[in-house]
T-cell receptor, first 114, second 111 residues
Framework: DTEVTQTPKHLVMGMTNKKSLKCEQH?????MYWYKQKAKKPPELMFV???????INESVPSRFSPECPNSSLLNLHLHALQPEDSALYLC?????????????FGSGTQLSVL | QQPVQSPQAVILREGEDAVINCSSS?????VHWYRQKHGEAPVFLMI?????EQKGHDKISASFNEKKQQSSLYLTASQLSYSGTYFC????????????FGSGTKLNVKP
């Protein structure tokens, strides 16, 4: 199994809603990532978990809250988002933390904030 | 911190060649290349490590010059399936998890 699975594929939420994005991998990878991608732009790094611990937070607003319940699962909890947060949210994983580790991406969650 | 790519966009006919460049203002220890088709996730193409090596993948190859802090992706005899946006990417020396993508190059191969 070489897949990273993200759910839901599409999400529409209001600015007062609370929702969560889910990411799962069963490749035994020990690093997991959240990226945000706006249309026609490169993916922007948000968070990195390494061995289930948050290792990188790229100064992301607190309305985004990541969680790594176990080595296979990564969540992104959303609360009080703004319309400018509408984007494609990509999850990725890698075997480890070395420079020769390739990233495997999920197909993403297309988020629209109304 | 984000690598810069050039050109921003390329239009090719099938069978033509293209070169995409990636440069960084910071030291590069390795370079990744990914391709993303519209509405899909980025897909890994190759990794180049220090040493100026050149790698190949079908008719797509790449070079890496760490002294110049540059990498180039070469697409030869392009096929329709090569269309998409190409990103280079790199991480930090001591924390490669801090992985940043380049600005992207959109490639459109026409029949």
């Amino acid at each position: 199994d070489t897949e990273v699975t993200q759910t839901p594929k599409h999400l529409v939420m209001g600015m007062t809603n609370k929702k969560s994005l889910k990411c799962e991998q069963h490749m035994g990878h020990r690093a997991m990532y959240w990226y945000k991608q706006k249309a026609k732009k490169p993916p922007e790094l948000m968070f990195v978990y390494s061995y289930e611990k948050l290792s990188i937070n790229e100064s992301v607003p607190s309305r985004f809250s990541p969680e790594c319940p176990n080595s296979s699962l990564l969540n992104l909890h959303l609360h009080a988002l703004q319309p400018e947060d509408s984007a494609l949210y990509l999850c990725a994983s890698s075997q480890g933390t070395g420079s020769n580790e390739k990233l495997f991406f999920g197909s993403g969650t297309q988020l629209s904030v109304l | 911190q984000q690598p810069v790519q050039s050109p921003q966009a390329v239009i090719l006919r099938e069978g033509e060649d293209a070169v995409i460049n990636c440069s960084s203002s910071k030291a590069l220890y390795s370079v990744h290349w990914y391709r993303q088709k519209h509405g899909e996730a980025p897909v890994f193409l190759m990794i180049l490590l220090k040493g100026g090596e050149q790698k190949g993948h079908d008719k797509i190859s790449a070079s890496f010059n760490e002294k110049k802090q540059q990498s180039s992706l070469y697409l030869t005899a392009s096929q329709l399936s090569y269309s998409g946006t190409y990103f280079c990417g790199t991480g930090g020396q001591y924390n490669f998890n801090k992985f940043y993508f380049g600005s992207g190059t959109k490639l459109n191969v026409k029949p």
